[in-house]
């Protein structure tokens, strides 16, 4: 049973149908790469797996469960956390004050305390930075406090919407590296990146959308060599 599973999902913005009967799933321990040209509903499927978007269309499932209908809050309790597009930290709160408020849905201060540490052991530079307000961060920092704070609800499954957006190409692959690291310690992602080829260098498995609708999908590693694929979405 995968872990994440979307059937025939559709999405829309008032008369604008931006996802159509999408179907994906996500397996358990697995990274899987979101990619198409701006505008072909990525972002959009992100935030229906949140609960952010109503679905019009179609059933989400998470561990076997339909989560439709759900409220978001409820979704972050299950185990689904999302690192937004633009990262959206709070920026007149220090990072420590927004690492906290990941951990919103959570009651158990001890293991908060705990994951506190954690956080600051994964990413020193939010250690070093715990007291200064989030907005005098630069863009590499804030991408990591956003990261850092999703993981404060513990997920089981997180979204990552263009997490090298903006980024130097040494900071890009920081980022990366960030993330095949969580991925080894059990964490499952579901990735959302304009930078195609890197994603599928770090995934197992890509969809591709456009206008909304998924025209390819399979291994990274076969869609990286895949002539269409290249010449159409990747450059090539």
């Known amino acids: 049973m995968a872990l994440l599973e979307l059937e025939n999902v559709s999405v829309g913005y008032g008369s604008i149908q931006?996802?159509?009967?999408?179907?994906?799933?996500?397996?358990?321990?697995?990274?899987?790469?979101?990619?198409?040209?701006?505008?072909a509903g990525k972002s959009t499927t992100l935030r229906a797996v949140s609960r952010l978007l109503k679905v019009r269309q179609g059933a989400i499932r998470f561990d076997g469960r339909d989560i439709t209908s759900l409220p978001p809050d409820?979704?972050?309790?299950?185990?689904?956390?999302?690192?937004?597009?633009?990262?959206?930290?709070?920026a007149l709160q220090s990072v420590q004050d927004n690492l906290e408020l990941g951990a919103y849905v959570r009651r158990d201060r001890e293991g908060i305390r705990e994951d506190l540490a954690r956080m600051y052991r994964l990413f020193p530079r939010l250690d070093e930075r715990r007291h200064q307000l989030a907005g005098t961060l630069s863009g590499g920092e804030q991408q990591m406090l956003a990261i850092a704070r999703a993981l404060m609800s513990r997920p089981r499954l997180l979204l990552l919407d263009e997490p090298s957006l903006g980024l130097a190409p040494l900071i890009v692959l920081?980022?990366?590296?960030?993330?095949?690291?969580?991925?080894a310690q059990g964490v499952t992602i579901l990735l959302v990146e304009q930078n195609a080829k890197l994603a599928m260098q770090h995934s197992a498995r890509t969809y591709l959308l456009e206008a909304g609708q998924m025209v390819f999908s399979g291994p990274s590693s076969e869609l990286l060599e895949d002539e269409r694929v290249l010449r159409a979405y990747l450059g090539g």
């Not at 899987?32 to 040209?37: E, P, Q, S």
């Not at 409820?74 to 709070?90: D, N, S, T």
């Not at 920081?174 to 991925?183: A, G, M, Q, T």
Request: no cysteine; proline share 2%.
């Open 18 to 39: 931006a996802v159509r009967q999408l179907s994906l799933t996500v397996e358990e321990g697995e990274i899987v790469t979101l990619i198409g040209a701006n505008g």
């Open 74 to 90: 409820r979704v972050v309790r299950l185990g689904i956390a999302q690192g937004p597009e633009g990262r959206q930290v709070l």
């Open 174 to 183: 920081e980022i990366f590296s960030i993330i095949r690291d969580l991925n």
